[in-house]
T-cell receptor, first 112, second 116 residues
């Protein structure tokens, strides 16, 4: 089954404790992207990757890092999480950049 | 930063009514996508419109891209409770050669509730 998986689905952590949210797709897609979703703001793009080893900032990259060492995986790293990073995070992938994106189920992160 | 203004933010209607959701910007987009999201799940793509003036139909849903490619609308005819969800528009830009910049801008979303 074609899918994008994210782990964990739920995470409660404390300020400053480094964390990684994993994202994996099994569709051999070249393009992958991370978004955060906050009430009243829709989805905002954090980082995206057009291909392996190629990553670029989206609209809200501050406080996040990403890497794309292999095509199927695109982890999101929060080196020092802060409460304003409490949000619902989505990973997405597509064969062609931003066209017909498949979204993962989301990761709800709470930073206290 | 490009902005997409989506309206209304909330819509509560009775089964059988018609509705329209609007997505407006001062920027030109190469394509406009519409997604539907249900609680606890990621957005699912409904349609992509790429040509100014384009109209696409998906059963009772009609999507239109403005002539100037700055706005779009989603019209639902005879809404049903199963249409309940969050509807999102998203715009993409490409360079002159038709290659995507890789960035996607979303509107704030419209929460639609259809009552039986």
């Amino acid at each position: 089954e074609a899918q994008v998986t994210q782990n964990p689905r739920y995470l409660i952590t404390v300020t400053g404790k480094k964390l990684t949210v994993t994202c994996s797709q099994n569709m051999n897609h070249e393009y992958m992207s991370w978004y955060r979703q906050d009430p009243g703001l829709g989805l905002r793009q954090i980082y995206y990757s057009m291909n392996v080893e190629v990553t670029d900032k989206g609209d809200v990259p501050e406080g996040y890092k990403v890497s794309r060492k292999e095509k199927r995986n695109f982890p999101l790293i929060l080196e020092s999480p802060s409460p304003n990073q409490t949000s619902l995070y989505f990973c997405a992938s597509s064969l062609i950049p931003v066209y017909e994106q498949y979204f993962g189920p989301g990761t709800r992160l709470t930073v206290t | 930063t490009q902005l997409l203004e989506q309206s209304p933010q909330f819509l509560s209607i009775q089964e059988g009514e018609n509705l329209t959701v609007y997505c407006n910007s001062s920027s030109v987009f190469s394509s406009l996508q519409w997604y539907r999201q249900e609680p606890g799940e990621g957005p699912v793509l409904l349609v992509t419109v790429v040509t100014g003036g384009e109209v696409k139909k998906l059963k009772r849903l009609t999507f239109q891209f403005g002539d100037a490619r700055k706005d779009s609308s989603l019209h639902i005819t005879a809404a049903q409770p199963g249409d309940t969800g969050l509807y999102l528009c998203a715009g993409e830009t490409q360079n002159a050669g038709g290659t995507s910049y890789g960035k996607l801008t979303f509107g704030q979303g419209t929460i639609l509730t259809v009552h039986p």
